[in-house]
């Protein structure tokens, strides 16, 4: 596609439940990033994917949050048994990678809500 | 210490002036740096990359690194009411060996009419 996108672009859940944010890169982009952002917070990085090496999850709040990245391109985000505090804006981001050059673009974002 | 500090502002500007950002980091072996540009609700969308000490020019906007002093900054030329925004100041820090960007909080800019 010509952008990052990123599904579902709001979502409300309940306190408990799990939840599953879909990312899709732009086409040929080898890196992929999750990043969150609370309300009038800076953005705060979760995980980084490069090619086929092992992600970079150093950025992952708790072991309720996880991420893959299926077949190099499609990553999902997902948050067990939700929080309050995991509600957010969740943006996925993708770069050509090279080296330090590279330049990231977001996608619109996922709005969560955990009531 | 973060790794990437930003004054929150707002700073606030008349139009037509000259808006000053300013960023610093602590990684030291850091060589890639970023401005990007948030408007509230939106995601960021990048306005500017440098890699070396200097400035770097693009339309109104100005980037200037200083390696040395570990110091980013972004001016704003003939600042207009449509450049009021939050500016997040990014960094590849070399230290973690992350290729993500580290983000600073971000400082809000206001261009008064």
């Known amino acids: 596609g010509a952008g990052v996108s990123q599904s579902p672009s709001n979502k409300v859940t309940e306190k408990g439940k799990d939840v599953e944010l879909r990312c899709d890169p732009i086409?040929?982009?080898?890196?992929l990033y999750w990043y969150r952002q609370s309300l009038g917070q800076g953005l705060e990085f979760l995980i980084y994917?490069?090619?086929?090496?092992?992600?970079?999850k150093s950025g992952l709040p708790s072991d309720r949050f996880s991420a893959e990245r299926t077949g190099g391109s499609v990553s999902t985000l997902t948050i067990q048994r939700t929080q309050q505090e995991d509600s957010a804006v969740y943006l996925c981001?993708?770069?050509?990678?090279?080296?330090?050059?590279?330049?990231?673009?977001f996608g619109e974002g996922s709005w969560l809500t955990v009531v | 210490q973060k790794e990437v500090e930003q004054n929150s502002g707002p700073l606030s500007v008349p139009e037509g002036a000259i808006a000053s950002l300013n960023c610093t980091y602590s990684?030291?072996?850091?060589?890639?740096f970023f401005w990007y540009r948030q408007y509230s609700g939106k995601s960021p969308e990048l306005i500017m990359s440098?890699?070396?000490?200097g400035d770097k020019e693009d339309g109104r906007f100005t980037a200037q690194l200083n390696k040395a002093s570990q110091y980013v900054s972004l001016l704003i030329r003939d600042s207009q009411p449509s450049d009021s925004a939050t500016y997040l100041c990014?960094?590849?820090?070399?230290?973690?060996?992350?290729?993500?960007?580290?983000f600073g909080s971000g400082t809000r800019l206001q261009v008064q009419p």
């Open positions: 990014a960094v590849i820090s070399q230290d973690t060996g992350r290729r993500a960007l580290t």
């Open positions: 086409s040929g982009h080898t890196a």
């Open positions: 440098i890699y070396s000490n």
């Open positions: 981001a993708s770069s050509l990678y090279r080296g330090s050059g590279n330049t990231i673009y």
């Open positions: 994917f490069q090619g086929n090496s092992a992600p970079d």
């Open positions: 990684d030291r072996g850091s060589q890639s």
